[in-house]
């Protein structure tokens, strides 16, 4: 039995699973994107939330850090890869 099959049956489509029917075509597909998707919001998420901890604790100006946490919030993941990548003074 596959992880697709073990979701099947989980969710009330124990025949279809059983009897190796595809009762609902592309749930895999979906599977795998919502994975996906998930996996990059959390590193997102991750990296947004330690570069604005940076930000904020670094000796910059008020204006400058403002500009800053809005680039890594706005820009997903390149905002703070921007942020750690940037030389400091």
Wanted: proline content about 3%.
């Amino acid at each position: 039995m596959t992880v697709v099959d073990g979701l099947l049956a989980e969710a009330g489509l124990s025949e279809c699973a059983q009897s190796n029917i595809d009762c609902m075509p592309g749930f895999g597909a979906f599977l795998i994107i919502f994975v996906i998707i998930g996996v990059l919001v959390v590193l997102w998420l991750g990296l947004a939330g330690s570069a604005t901890v940076a930000i904020v604790s670094s000796k910059i100006g008020v204006i400058d850090r403002f500009l800053w946490v809005a680039v890594v919030w706005v820009v997903p993941v390149v905002g703070a890869v921007a942020w750690f990548a940037h030389p400091r003074r």
